[in-house]
């Protein structure tokens, strides 16, 4: 989440460096919102799970990861914004189900390939399918709806797309036109169940809210002022950039290294979440990405019940389940459009018959409800940069990276954070285990990272900082300055998930790990 008004225009891209990243990183120990940052049981009662993924499906995977990569797939120049772009008529598809592609170029022709990301011994994706040579033309610019200033392109299907044999797993569609340019359409071929699997949640709901194409997004509007922002988003025109920027920044290196790891793994969004209650029936975790702001009703209903019915939770990044979304469906499980009207919820035409369903922030009434129940932590501000600060060297999920209390870790708290929040509604036993002093907008306060179990027996792990997948690349060449983050910071952050992502697909934390101390009047005591 960034302030209602101007943002700032400098989300700092990601790249990743296989090989340093994740052969390097694993095997080394480390050593000893807003813009004024407003703040608006001892065991498990529930069994151990026991479903476990079928093991037809885990020898698939398994080949799988064994197949060789294209390291190749990187953009090598994007042109112009009119040069290649495109978008699919799906945000999500099931192993099989065809989808339309809708492109615009100003190349005589272009082709496309799927690349899904994974480890593939450091390669980072593999071409599962390439499109023979297609005729391009430039499609008509985007038009404007009036009342909810909501961009469309609309523009004519280009191609079908069939997925045979395309396993589940998070894709980059790669457009290649003659004139020498390129761009990326994501695409998640999502798990057709859950079960015994950690369960990859895709936050496309916020790549749409964050999405400047055409100059409008749920921030701003072209003359780059809150009440020209859009209300409503639409998935029926490319992404801004390269294509697939928040995709990039905030989830590709945890696919990566959840892939790498080789536990069993499911792909969905936080769309497909929220239309099928029985997305993540079955699963072992769920893990939420590095910005997963935007959030429907029954998104966070569905993610809740799975914890009580013992999936374990991550939320690997900060300002997690911020923005109360409704979606609306071009037909039947196909939603294309995000409405998110903010402050200006009652002006809202759904609100007068569905006055529980505000699109405000969760925390704000009428229907408050913050976050932090689920997640145990509280969105408190943007911006900052900040070390991030060991609290409890002996938890579980700093085994074996060689922490001592008050150990720092240089600009991993950032750009957004949360807090544990004395007074909000928290689960309890909490344990923080990371406490960042900080600064934002002048104003000092803490980011922290907590674990709590459920009644079920799930584990919950908050990081408390937006930078956390991010973390997973410092160090390496590909992502520019990682926000100025090192190799050290990069080990530490690997290990941790890698301590996380093991102990989560086991089954509810609760029955094989340690419970929580509750520390949280003691830390904030101080």
């Not at 999500?92 to 170029?105: D, I, K, N, Q, R």
């Not at 993540?280 to 569905?302: C, F, I, K």
């Not at 009652?346 to 007068?352: E, G, I, K, L, V």
Request: net charge neutral; aromatic share 8%; glycine share 10%.
């Amino acid at each position: 989440m960034k302030a209602d008004g101007p943002r700032d225009p400098a989300r700092e891209r990601a790249g990743l460096d296989r090989r340093r990243f994740l052969g390097a990183a694993g095997a080394v120990g480390v050593a000893a919102a807003t813009a004024a940052c407003d703040t608006s049981g001892n065991g498990p009662t529930g069994a151990s799970r026991t479903t476990t993924a079928s093991p037809s499906a885990e020898a698939a995977e398994a080949a799988e990861r064994g197949l060789a990569g294209n390291a190749d797939w990187q953009l090598r120049s994007t042109g112009p914004p009119d040069a290649v772009e495109g978008y699919p008529d799906r945000v999500s598809v099931l192993p099989g189900e065809g989808f339309g592609l809708h492109v615009s170029t100003t190349a005589p022709g272009f082709t496309v390939s799927a690349y899904r990301i994974g480890w593939y011994d450091a390669a980072g994706a593999r071409l599962v399918w390439r499109s023979p040579r297609t005729a391009g033309h430039r499609q008509p610019p985007g038009r404007l709806d009036g009342a909810t200033r909501t961009v469309r392109a609309d523009w004519a299907r280009t191609m079908d797309v069939a997925t045979e044999g395309w396993p589940p797993g998070a894709y980059l569609l790669r457009l290649d036109a003659e004139n020498g340019h390129q761009r990326y359409v994501p695409l998640v071929v999502r798990s057709p169940s859950a079960a015994g699997r950690t369960v990859v949640m895709h936050a496309v709901a916020t790549w749409q809210a964050y999405n400047t194409w055409g100059g409008h997004d749920l921030y701003r509007g072209e003359d780059g002022a809150y009440s020209s922002r859009s209300l409503a988003v639409t998935f029926d025109r490319p992404y801004a950039l390269d294509g697939a920027e928040k995709f990039l920044v905030y989830e590709r290196a945890l696919v990566v290294l959840a892939e790498r790891l080789g536990i069993p793994l499911a792909y969905t969004t936080g769309a497909d979440v929220h239309a099928d209650p029985a997305a993540l029936r079955g699963a072992t975790a769920v893990l939420s990405l590095g910005h997963d702001e935007y959030w429907t009703p029954q998104q966070r209903q569905h993610v809740t019940a799975a914890r009580d019915a013992g999936a374990n939770l991550a939320f690997l990044g900060a300002n997690t389940c911020y923005r109360r979304v409704r979606l609306e469906d071009a037909a039947p499980g196909n939603p294309r459009t995000v409405v998110c009207y903010k402050t200006a919820y009652q002006d809202d035409p759904y609100f007068a018959s569905h006055p529980d369903l505000p699109t405000n922030d969760f925390r704000q009434p009428p229907a408050a409800d913050p976050e932090s129940p689920l997640t145990g932590v509280l969105y408190e501000g943007y911006p900052t940069d900040a070390p991030y600060v060991v609290h409890a060297p002996d938890h579980w999920l700093f085994a074996g990276t060689g922490v001592r209390a008050g150990d720092r870790f240089d600009h991993l708290v950032g750009v957004e954070y949360d807090r544990v929040t004395p007074g909000a509604p928290t689960p309890r036993p909490l344990e923080i285990i990371g406490h960042s002093p900080l600064v934002c907008n002048g104003r000092r306060s803490h980011a922290d990272s907590a674990y709590y179990t459920a009644a079920s027996g799930a584990g919950v792990f908050a990081t408390g900082t937006m930078r956390w997948v991010e973390g997973l690349m410092a160090g390496t060449r590909e992502n520019g300055r990682n926000h100025g983050m090192d190799a050290r910071t990069g080990a530490f952050v690997t290990r941790t998930t890698e301590n996380l992502l093991r102990a989560f697909a086991e089954g509810p934390a609760a029955t094989a790990r340690p419970q929580p101390r509750d520390n949280v009047a003691a830390v904030y005591a101080t």
